[in-house]
Each structure stands twice: as C-alpha cells, then as structure tokens.
C-alpha cells in the first residue's frame, strides 16, 4: 500500500470511529434514561429549593405558585400548612430529593426528604410525591402535585390512597359511604359536593401533610374546604376507620351548617358523639374521665370552651377532652334532640364569620357565639347549663370508680 491509499484508509477509519462515537452520543442523549432522569431531576430539585426558600423566608405567594390545582383540595391544605408552619416557627427547614423513580406522562414520582427543627427536636420524614412536569425551550419545570395517591371513587365518595393499602381500599370506601349516609340522614343534610379522603401510609406522612405541630395523638382530621385525612394504623382493619369517617363528616356538615362559627367543643363532642350510632357514653369515655381527674385535669366547662386544644400533650387529657366535650354536646341533643343541634346551627350562621388565624381568638369567638347560640334555642342559662354539665361529668365519673 502506497503512502496517499494508507493515508485515505486512515481517514477513513478516523471518520467512522468519529461518526460512531457520534452516534453513540447522539443516541444516548436521545435514549438515555440517566440523562432524562437528571434533567427531570434537576426540575424537581429546583421546585424543592424554592419551596424550602418560600418557608425559610416567609413568602406565601411564591409557595403557592409551586403548586397545581389538579388536586380539588391541595391548594387549601398547603396553604393552611403554610401559614401553621410559619406560625410554628420552624427552623433549618430543608427539602432535598431523596430518590427520582420514574416519569409518566406528565408526572413524575419521587421520594422527598423533609427536615427541620421545631421545638428543639429535629425531625426528618421521607415521603413519596407526585410532580407536574412541563418541558418547553428552555428545559423540564415541575409543580408540586401532591402525595403519591391512587384514586377510587363510589358514589359520593373519592378515597385517595397509596400502592400498599390497596388491598383494604375498597372495604374503606364501603364503610365511609355507610357512615356518611348515616351522618348526613341524621342531620338530614344534603351533601353539595363529593367528600375526599386521603388515606395516608403512616401517622408521620399524614402529620407531615397537615401541618409541623399536629399533636401526636391526633388519628384523623380536616379542615374547612379541606379533604379528610386518616392514616394506616397496623392494628387497624377497614371497619375501624369508619369511626373516623363519621368523626370527620361531622366536622364538615357543621362548618357548612353553622357558617364556620361553631366552637371547638361542639365540634369534637357531636364528633365524637356521632362515632357511634348508639350515642352512648362508652366505658372508654368512664375511664378516661376517670383517668383525667386522677390527672387533676377535669374540664370544667369554662376551661372546655377556651383551652386551645392542639397544645394539650398528654395523651389521656386529651381523651378526657374528648369525652367531656362529648358529655356536653350530648347534654345539648338530650336536651332538644338533634335539632336543637341543627338550630343551634342556624343561630351560629347568622353571626360573622371570625376574621382571624389566631387559633386563641378563634376559638374565644366561637366559643362566645357558641354560648349564646345554645341559650338562645335551649332557654337555658349558660351557668345552668355548665352547672348540669359538671353533674353529669361527675356522676360517670363515680360510676366507674
Ligand atoms: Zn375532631
């Protein structure tokens, strides 16, 4: 071989190791799934960095503008965990993307790592989410969509859930369908739009949806124009979440019904008064109440009606919250039946909505519109009305000792 055809070959060769390696580049931009995966990824870091940011400097608009509304209910919760969050103080709040795990269509699933300090104690949660994910000419954008749910629907109820409790799904929605009937049947209460359930896969992912400082022994809640949210307990089978239901449809048709002014007490006694068809007070309710006056914490009905709740944190007084604010939302129904309930309602609409977030006023005005609402229709003094209040807490609490 002469030395001009070596040297053609030569280029040649260089040529088509040159349009291989090209190729193979090309290729790989185009199939590549670790290169889509970062781009995707870099997406979601950025929408994370700017929601952590949103917290660390209180800057509410630009949070909301992470979000999509393709969740009827999202908006409305992540701004109630928003402005919680920022009221609770939180420090060192960081987001961080723990594991991308795949894209379809237009949503992309991922683990997220959350961490911050309240309190003085640290906590850390991983929990999966969904993003929105749009691409144009300058690259892929991503909107916090979520949690990673599943989605059913029967009648009028929609139960949002997670891969690992598909199984017991379907029992759940069955149950919630029975007790939103019975709920709305006894309030005679037309329903004016599907009830949402979110069933998440543990206590830490529902507490961290709600907001920083749910107390730890809240095991369900909701908010007005928010969904219900319930979470998987191990011990747990489908019929037992149907107590919760019921608890939380309570609470919806009385933010409806008395136009957001009825008081915290009243919410939780006929919310847990309704736990149950039969209306009794449990041997559970006995020893509680029992237990809380061991404590030295039995509720007069001046500390029921103004204690800010939330900050209770030992467990059985938080029980014997419950039970007390049970007694005297059943003293109102034995008093006037369930619609002395529902005029009590009616009375509380006509009032103001409270113009506030702070949850200790919110709770004085609710609680004072709340008194006047039940003197009003029962045509009882408030002071008779505690007075019999206390006698009947003190009698279960003989009955059990
Ligand atoms: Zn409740």
Redo the contacts with the bound molecule.
Sequence with gaps: MNYIKKSILILLLCGALLVCTCCAFRLGLKVGLPRAASTLEKAIENILDVRQNCVRYNDRDTFLETITNLHPTYMQEQANWFDAAIKSGLREYSLSLEKFKRLDGNYAYADIREAYILEGRTREIVYPAVFYIEKNNDGYFAKDCGYDFLRMQKDHIILYYTQENQEIAQSILNYAIAESNRVCSAFEYQLNSDIIINLYPNKQAMAASIKPTLPDWAGGWVEENESIKMCRYPLYKAEDYARTVA?EIV?LILFDISGGNASLWL??GL?SLFEFASFDITDYDRMILNITQDLDSTFDFETLQYIEYEKIDNTFVAGGYYASAKVAAKLIIDMGGINAVKDICSVLKMFEKPNTSNIKDLIGITSWCTANAITNVLGISLEDFAAEYSRIIERIIAEDS
Aim: hydrophobic share 20%; no cysteine; aromatic share 0%.
């Design positions: 608890h609470h919410h939780e919310a």
